[in-house]
């Protein structure tokens, strides 16, 4: 406040009157705190309008910033108050319906949805958790496609329920979308089952040449003892027609060597006969595997099976590996026959494969109880093991550590498919050397039939 002479303190003189004259220099200091108390008030107000100005502007950039959002998404927007009445849109939603937004908003959700639509209205305003429906909506035309649109709660600053916020597009859209997934998904089954039919050939192919190895013996016995015994046909033909010519009996019988044929017929009908008992039993063991139908499951021997693989295996390919086979007595498990021979035929044929070049070769086929209710089919070699890096990769389809034109990359996929179908699991189990695999099943109800 100016006051005489320049003094901000002359007022305190007239108040305080003559007396007062001693208190002239704390006035005046006063006043000059205040007048710098008024200057720091009048600079914080012109850095918080500065400030007011600068967050102004960013709501603004950021209010345009989610208004050119909302207007850039292709499926419609519709905001909704408690009481179900729009509260904004965007231009998404404008174009669908061909009215304009002021004529929208303010207007009740009911108002805009198809007749038979309207019931959802006031659930999808009230509604306390996200929902999915079918709706329609009112257009200049008509009514619009079936839109598939999902709501979800909206809440104020206080977290309270202040409506609803619902977004959609047109079910065809999303049913093409389907349909071409579906399309996709059909295709990759398609050529999956191509795949797996390959590697099955290719199984077929191993195990018609186990079984070719297999029988050439026991038919190459039977044919060498046949034509023995023809030769031993004719001679006793000869000795009885010239017999009854009126020949010496004794000359003739020396002469025809009868003794030795009648001493050779024992062990060359005999051996005739194990040997179409085993043709008989590989026969068998091929009806077993091959007739086997889809869902028919019953127990199955397991020492048996083991055995049949491992002969099959190492026919089919020819090493001269050691394979020991040792099983549980009893042991049996539920399953196909035919599927669970593969899987461990697959098995030995890689266990075999991995030993080659070694060398002291071994293979090592185990069964035995793996609890109370599984058994447990252990396939060992001594070969190189299974690396760190590689082993959450075996069973992955196509992936495989063999050359060009050995493996596909599908036998320990298609293996551990057929143990997870049977309620059991393949893995790759620990081992001091080389690598092993543990085929677990669920264990046998019943002993399997022999005469099967």
């Known amino acids: 406040m100016p006051t005489e002479k320049g003094r901000p303190d002359r007022l305190l003189d007239h108040v305080a009157g003559p007396g007062t004259a001693a208190l002239d220099g704390a006035g005046e200091a006063m006043w000059l705190d205040v007048i710098a108390k008024m200057d720091e008030v009048y600079s914080d107000l012109l850095r918080y309008e500065t400030d007011l100005e600068a967050k102004n502007s960013e709501l603004e950039e950021a209010q345009a910033f989610i208004s050119s959002v909302i207007a850039s998404v292709s499926d419609i927007l519709v905001v909704v108050d408690a009481a179900g009445r729009i509260v904004q849109v965007n231009p998404a939603f404008v174009r669908l319906t061909g009215v304009s937004e002021a004529e929208i908003v303010g207007s009740a959700l009911a108002a805009r949805l198809a007749p038979a639509d309207r019931d959802a209205a006031a659930g999808i305003a009230g509604a306390a958790q996200p929902s999915d429906r079918e709706l329609r909506f009112l257009t200049r035309d008509g009514v619009s496609d079936l839109m598939a649109v999902a709501s979800s709660p909206r809440l104020d600053h206080a977290g309270r329920r202040a409506g609803a916020v619902l977004t959609g597009r047109p079910i065809g859209e999303l049913r093409r979308a389907y349909e071409a997934l579906h399309r996709a998904h059909q295709e990759l089954q398609q050529a999956q089952r191509k795949l797996v039919e390959q590697e099955k050939m290719a199984s077929l192919g191993r195990l018609v040449a186990g079984v070719a190895h297999e029988l050439n013996n026991p ?97 089919a390919k020819g090493d001269a590996v050691a394979i020991s086979v040792s099983a549980e007595p ?120 022999a005469g099967a």
């Open 219 to 315: 038919i190459s016995f039977v044919y060498g003892n046949i034509h023995t015994l023809d030769r031993y046909r004719t001679r006793l033909t000869g000795y009885l027609d010239a017999l009854h010519r009126g020949g010496d009996p004794d000359e003739l019988r020396r002469s025809h060597r009868i003794d030795a044929v009648v001493e050779d017929l024992a062990p060359l009908i005999e051996g005739t006969l194990e040997g179409a008992v085993r043709i008989a039993d590989i026969v068998r063991n091929l009806r077993r595997l091959s007739f086997t139908r889809p869902g028919d499951r019953r127990p199955v021997d397991l020492e048996r099976l083991v055995r049949t693989a491992a002969t099959w295996a190492a026919k």
């Open 330 to 449: 009893g042991a049996t498990a539920e399953g196909q026959e035919g599927q669970l021979h593969q899987v461990v035929v697959n098995l030995i044929e890689n266990a075999i494969d991995a030993v080659r070049g070694r060398p002291d070769p071994r293979v090592e086929v185990s069964v035995g109880a793996a609890g109370p209710d599984m058994v447990e089919i252990r396939v060992a070699d001594n070969g190189p093991g299974v690396a760190p890096e590689i082993a959450d990769k075996i069973f992955e389809p196509f992936f495989t550590t063999k050359t060009v034109g050995e493996g596909t990359g599908l036998g320990l996929w298609i293996s551990y498919s057929i143990a997870r179908e049977h309620g059991g699991e393949l893995a790759l189990a620990p081992s001091a050397e080389g690598a092993a695999f543990a085929l677990r099943l669920p264990r046998g109800r019943a002993e399997p039939d």
